[in-house]
T-cell receptor, first 111, second 114 residues
Framework: DAKTTQPPSMDCAEGRAANLPCNHSTISGNEYVYWYRQIHSQGPQYIIH???NNETNEMASLIITEDRKSSTLILPHATLRDTAVYYC????????????FGKGTKLSVIP | DGGITQSPKYLFRKEGQNVTLSCEQNLNHDAMYWYRQDPGQGLRLIYY???????QKGDIAEGYSVSREKKESFPLTVTSAQKNPTAFYLC?????????????FGSGTRLTVV
């Protein structure tokens, strides 16, 4: 898996958009970008994934740069319940299926 | 509802004792995984299994053992050989062979050595 780099922590005001960056400059052509989040003392939860195109679902949007070297997860209207650690992972989904979870970004949503 | 059940939620063990953590899934997923998480750290892979009766060591398998006798079950035994077993243990499962590697995690077991 390509190495990903995320800031260790971020703050966001409640109701505002939270933009979480991820750098994956060595990503290969068949590797997807996955985002998971972990609320304190719970198991991580899948949020979204993408290959080249931007993606949107009911939880978030994923913006991937044209060169695929970085991406941004967007939570459009952050709530206090979005306070969590967010993990960005690059993985091809072929061959081996184990994901590598780094330290992620601790997002704190502030009232 | 389909999901993964880990039990117990909290577990206390005396030094020198083996202890087994349970993980059961009813999602019909082929692959299952065990991760360990220490405070403020990411998840580290202990063992994984992509098919019944087969499993592979992850990054930190020493002091742990697993079995996969049934598709639904992947118990983890923390042996007395594990030097620092106090941690949060997470079990996960996923479908094998599809483009999306979507993990479903259990709610975890917090093990404390007393």
């Amino acid at each position: 898996d390509a190495k990903t780099t995320q800031p260790p922590s971020m703050d966001c005001a409640e109701g505002r958009a939270a933009n979480l960056p991820c750098n994956h400059s060595t990503i290969s052509g068949n590797e997807y970008v996955y985002w998971y989040r972990q609320i304190h003392s719970q198991g991580p939860q899948y949020i979204i994934h993408g290959l080249k195109n931007n993606e949107t679902n009911e939880m978030a949007s994923l913006i991937i740069t044209e060169d695929r070297k970085s991406s941004t997860l967007i939570l459009p209207h952050a709530t206090l319940r979005d306070t969590a650690v967010y993990y960005c992972i690059a993985h091809s989904g072929a061959g081996s299926y184990q994901l590598t979870f780094g330290k992620g970004t601790k997002l704190s949503v502030i009232p | 509802d389909g999901g993964i059940t880990q039990s117990p939620k909290y577990l206390f063990r005396k030094e020198g004792q083996n202890v087994t953590l349970s993980c059961e899934q009813n999602l019909n997923h082929d692959a299952m995984y065990w991760y360990r998480q220490d405070p403020g750290q990411g998840l580290r892979l202990i063992y994984y299994s992509q098919i019944v009766n087969d499993f592979q060591k992850g990054d930190i398998a020493e002091g742990y053992s697993v079995s996969r006798e049934k598709k639904e079950s992947f118990p983890l035994t923390v042996t007395s050989a594990q030097k620092n077993p106090t941690a949060f243990y997470l079990c996960a499962s996923s479908i094998v062979g599809q483009g999306k590697v979507g993990y479903t995690f259990g709610s975890g077991t917090r093990l404390t050595v007393v």
